[in-house]
């Protein structure tokens, strides 16, 4: 069974840096594409960084570039999202979804992944 676990949430002042992990089971961690989501309120979920395949290749969304860092520990079967210099923008719950087959053009579209894990809140205070 294909599990994701998200972890990490929290309150930060602007400025702040939190990290987030994605423990996952049930799968060949090198297979899957494991991306980063986010859901403020009102808004649609969006893409905010992907590790492809054997985790050679990643995406950043356009907003998080130079901000946020994804790795991965293959020994672990986890991957994080190092987020630093944050934002009141940045507030929204986050999500790890995983898919083995996702087309790297899709990589923030959510309906390329099946397994999602519980969302954590992080909030950016101003």
């Known amino acids: 069974e294909v599990q994701l676990q998200a972890s990490g949430g929290g309150l930060v002042q602007a400025g702040g840096s939190l990290r987030l992990s994605c423990t996952t089971s049930g799968f060949i961690f090198d297979d899957y594409a494991i991306t980063w989501f986010r859901q403020a309120p009102g808004k649609e979920r969006e893409g905010v960084s992907s590790?492809?395949?054997?985790?050679?290749?990643?995406y950043y969304a356009d907003s998080v570039k130079g901000r946020f860092h994804i790795s991965s520990d293959n020994g672990k079967n986890t991957v994080y999202l190092q987020m630093n210099s944050l934002k009141p923008e940045d507030t929204a719950v986050y999500y790890c979804?995983?898919?083995?087959?996702?087309?790297?053009?899709?990589?923030?579209?959510?309906?390329?992944?099946?397994?999602w894990g519980q969302g954590t809140q992080v909030t950016v205070s101003s």
């Open positions: 590790s492809f395949g054997s985790k050679a290749t990643i």
């Open positions: 979804a995983a898919d083995i087959w996702v087309l790297v053009g899709r990589w923030n579209d959510t309906d390329e992944y099946d397994y």
